[in-house]
């Protein structure tokens, strides 16, 4: 499956179970697009006692994602169009806490899906990063011989957010990761390349936390509209254009934030694991 090209094996754990041990493994063999099937994320559907369904994302290198944007639109998707949920309201469990999801549906099919991504983390302890102060906007780090600032913002999971000129000219591959490494993020960070197109639209390049580039990133465009609010440079209510296609985010006034956009399943089929 996937959300504007950010795509996702999705495993039906609901009556079986596999190997926690085993989860970090089997998500870098799965998603390797030469010796698996290829993919951003493993994404696990599972019983939850506190909503609908419970959301596990595993990046390709192993590691444990807290909350996926697109990925929970898929999630949705998948489990309402074989009716394991059958409410156009439902309620998803992640590690980043319950987020209800507005299903919009056309012939039986989920066609796209507003997430209420909740409210946004801005205190530097909650990202995490090392910085002193209630929130980090606009700080300078050097990283590759560039001068940058960036705005750090958690949706669940860190973000670090850069406004350029030009996003397209700017080396994303070499840049990006160096700064989800950097140490002044504990947890390792997404990081949001963004150009301000106008006060209602930007331009979104992703170097996704244990993933690398990618076409898109769900809870990165929602850090991106927060960051460009916070700093002054867009509205509250954004079009985000990414590789993938666009997003809908809005940040409301009660401080919740909104993200609306497609999901599409692309094909089905089994493998030993």
Known sequence: MHGIGNDFVVLDCLKSEIAEESLPDLA????????????????????????HLRMRMFNPDGSEAEMCGNGIR???????????????????????GVKPLK??????????????????????QEIPVRVEGDSVIGYPLRVAGKKLEFTAVSMGNPHAVIFLDNVAAFPVEKVGPEIEHHKLFPKRTNVQFVQVVNTH???????????????????????SVVAGALNKLTSRDVLVHLPGGDLQVEWLGDGRVLMTGPATEVFVGEIEI
């Open 201 to 223: 639209e930007i331009i979104l390049r992703t170097w996704e936390r244990g993933a690398g580039l990618t076409l898109a990133c769900g809870t990165g465009a929602c850090a």
């Open 28 to 51: 870098r063999r799965l998603c390797d697009r030469r010796f698996g099937i290829g993919s951003d994320g493993l994404i696990l559907v599972l019983p939850s006692r506190v909503a």
């Open 74 to 96: 898929c999630f949705a998707k998948y489990a309402y169009d074989r009716k394991h949920v059958t409410s156009t309201q439902m309620n998803v469990e992640t590690l980043a």
């Open 103 to 124: 299903l919009n549906v056309q012939g039986g099919k989920v066609t796209s899906v507003a997430v209420d991504m909740g409210v946004p983390r801005l205190q530097p």
